[in-house]
């Protein structure tokens, strides 16, 4: 869903400052791929990707490495860092991991889709739309960590287009940053979806676009919780 202007794709943007150009910085934001359902009696559940999961990342970085990535960064959690490996094979970039953009519930035992929870009609289901918190994380300390970490990859890579695989809540407290939300989780990111920010050397971010999913158009694969 675009929301605006693309700037040049050399990463320089005209702010209309008679001091000339700022370096602009496209960060690309984007959620994993379906994971697998998993539940664990002890340790954090971490898992890896559903075999529609795995489409969804070829189709992910079939479609993105058509675009100039400079750099490709990761939250360390399996699904995030499978989600990065096709388009790091296509593009011949290596990743880079994160630690900051790792999900909310990263050390939870257990993992299941909220696709899921809404189907069954399980009661976590209703926690999460009434904005429950279910995290050893204090909710300011994830914001601390993600605002953080994704600004010292914007800073890192004056003028570039950089690629981060993260999660739903990630994107969500970021996005929520830039808008000035004080309800930080106020949206569904989609499977493998796409989120443009444009960051300028002056502290400016603009959001240009969000829940692109143009890659899984027509494939019959699972897009997310609204659409089939």
């Not at 009661?123 to 918190?133: F, H, K, S, V, Y």
């Not at 300390?141 to 690629?163: L, W, Y």
């Amino acid at each position: 869903m675009p929301l605006g202007n693309r700037f040049p794709r050399d990463g320089y943007g005209r702010q209309g400052s008679p001091h000339g150009y700022l370096i602009t910085v496209e960060l690309i934001l984007v959620r994993h791929a379906l994971p697998v359902r998993r539940e664990n009696a002890a340790g954090p559940a971490d898992p890896e990707l559903s075999e529609a999961g795995l489409q969804q990342a070829d189709r992910f970085g079939a479609y993105m490495a058509e675009e100039q990535v400079d750099a490709i960064y990761s939250s360390p959690l399996t699904r995030a860092m499978q989600t990065a490996e096709p388009l790091c094979r296509l593009t011949g970039l290596s990743v880079t991991v994160v630690p900051g953009v790792a999900e909310w519930d990263q050390h939870s035992n257990e993992y299941i889709p909220v696709e899921e929870l809404k189907a069954s009609n399980d009661p976590r289901w209703q926690e999460m739309l009434d904005g429950g918190w279910n995290s050893e994380e204090d909710m300011s300390e994830f914001h601390s960590r993600v605002i953080d970490s994704i600004e010292s990859v914007i800073n890192d890579n004056p003028g570039q287009k950089v690629v981060v695989t993260c999660h739903g809540g990630v994107i969500n407290e970021y996005l929520a940053h830039i808008l000035g939300l004080d309800d930080r989780q106020f949206f569904y990111p989609n499977y493998t979806s796409i989120h443009r920010i444009a960051a300028s050397s002056r502290g400016h971010r603009s959001i240009l676009s969000v829940n692109e999913t143009p890659h899984l158009r027509g494939t019959g694969l699972p897009v997310g919780l609204f659409h089939g």
